[in-house]
């Protein structure tokens, strides 16, 4: 029932940009927390952004800022990650994850109840 699946990710020059979409249904999209997490092989997954679909705050990882705009679509049910001035340690499995939006913007584990099966962002030089 409750789905996201997460698309948009490709090989990147370093430099260069990607757009990732997190797609969702099976939920209400516009009282949530949707976030963006990464796992590089051999590294422990880390947050990447936040975004609370029903006022539009968001909260970046420290990677993140200045780079990377999260947005949403609450008409498509749809977030987005821009990406730019990719670098090399960008590389990963992208997921975007879900969680009850009554909470406030963190990186939490715990709190995100669904996971997309993520997208690969591969970054050349």
């Known amino acids: 029932e409750v789905r996201l699946v997460a698309s948009g990710g490709g090989l990147v020059q370093a430099g260069g940009s990607l757009r990732l979409s997190c797609t969702t249904s099976?939920?209400?999209?516009?009282?949530?927390?949707i976030g963006w997490f990464r796992q590089a092989p051999g590294k422990e997954r880390e947050g990447v952004s936040l975004i609370r679909t029903s006022d539009g705050h968001t909260y970046y990882a420290d990677s993140a800022k200045g780079r990377f705009t999260v947005s949403s679509d609450n008409v498509k049910n749809t977030e987005y990650l821009q990406m730019n001035s990719l670098k090399p340690e960008d590389p990963a499995i992208y997921y975007c994850?879900?969680?009850?939006?009554?909470?406030?913007?963190?990186?939490?584990?715990?709190?995100?109840?669904?996971w997309g099966q993520g997208t690969q962002v591969t970054v050349s030089s």
């Open positions: 099976g939920f209400a999209f516009t009282d949530k927390v």
């Open positions: 994850a879900e969680a009850p939006g009554n909470y406030g913007l963190t990186f939490l584990d715990a709190i995100f109840d669904y």
